[in-house]
């Protein structure tokens, strides 16, 4: 009976042999030896949540067949090692980055600078060194910025050494012809960009004639692509603060040339 109540006889026990019970179990185990009856009912598995992501040996398998192989072919494994395949068997897959721990200000520009500049880079210096919660959106900035304009239709954008930001809103999300970073948001519907009325500088001709609209279906799948990617990278950042806290970063000023 103690057993079926969730009890776990430990021998060694600093006063004596006897029976371990998790706090929440008090009453049950109370009852029990008052001489009620106690009803044990079982626990309801949880119904397992249907796989979404490609498995280790489809991702090894996907890369092979872009001529990957011996150490390059493990290094993408394991830095795309997460990733969905849409409707379309198009596959997108979310970046695993190392920790950035490495963080650098400049000050000035063409040489040139003023007392004023370099106190704000010294001081954004001083900020990284001692507050955990920089190194947090540092790390985890890009994952959040894709599944907020995957929920929200927007992402941020940052300037200067605050927190000051303005939001750039998106209306569609169109995939590539690649399986790397394949996800591109655009404020412009799909004819505007292949018609040419509109071009992105930092998009080429080419690039554009390859994109293809996703639906809302794939879309959903996507989010959850990047809400796990941001969960996992979360827990590492996590992991390494309580590991090493802020004893390992490295940040500099520069004057900028």
């Known amino acids: 009976q103690l057993k079926s109540l969730g009890g776990r006889f430990n021998p060694r026990l600093s006063c004596g042999a006897g029976w371990?019970?998790?706090?929440?179990?008090?009453?049950?185990?109370a009852a029990l030896f008052?001489?009620?009856?106690?009803?044990?009912?079982?626990?309801?598995?949880k119904e397992k949540e249907p796989d979404i992501f490609l498995s280790k040996d489809e991702v090894r398998q996907i890369f092979i067949s872009?001529?990957?192989?011996?150490?390059?072919?493990?290094?993408?494994?394991?830095?795309y090692g997460l990733g969905v395949r849409l409707s379309s068997g198009y596959v997108v897959m979310a970046e695993n980055r190392?920790?950035?721990t490495r963080f650098c200000f400049g000050h000035g520009f063409c040489g040139i600078t003023t007392q004023e500049d370099e106190d704000r880079a010294y001081e954004a210096q001083h900020n990284a060194d001692t507050n955990p919660d920089y190194f947090r959106e540092e790390n985890l900035r890009e994952l959040r910025g894709m599944v907020q304009a995957l929920k929200e239709g927007k992402r941020e954008r940052k300037w200067g050494?605050?927190?000051?930001?303005?939001h750039v809103y998106?209306?569609?999300?169109?995939?590539?012809?690649?399986?790397?970073?394949?996800?591109?948001?655009?404020?412009?519907?799909?004819?505007?960009l292949k018609s040419g009325r509109i071009r992105p500088d930092y998009m080429t001709n080419e690039s554009i004639q390859n994109l293809t609209e996703i639906s809302d279906d794939d879309k959903a799948l996507v989010t959850r692509l990047y809400e796990k990617a941001l969960a996992d990278r979360t827990r590492r950042v996590?992991?390494?603060?309580?590991?090493?806290?802020?004893?390992?970063l490295t940040t500099w000023t520069y004057l900028s040339d």
């Open 170 to 192: 998106l209306q569609k999300c169109y995939i590539g012809d690649s399986v790397r970073r394949s996800l591109y948001f655009s404020p412009y519907t799909l004819d505007d």
């Open 98 to 100: 190392p920790l950035e």
């Open 161 to 166: 050494y605050k927190d000051d930001c303005e």
């Open 20 to 29: 371990v019970f998790p706090k929440g179990k008090r009453a049950q185990v």
């Open 66 to 79: 872009e001529g990957d192989e011996g150490s390059y072919l493990d290094y993408m494994c394991k830095t």
């Open 34 to 45: 008052d001489g009620g009856s106690v009803t044990v009912t079982a626990s309801r598995k």
């Open 238 to 248: 996590e992991t390494y603060l309580k590991k090493y806290g802020l004893s390992k």
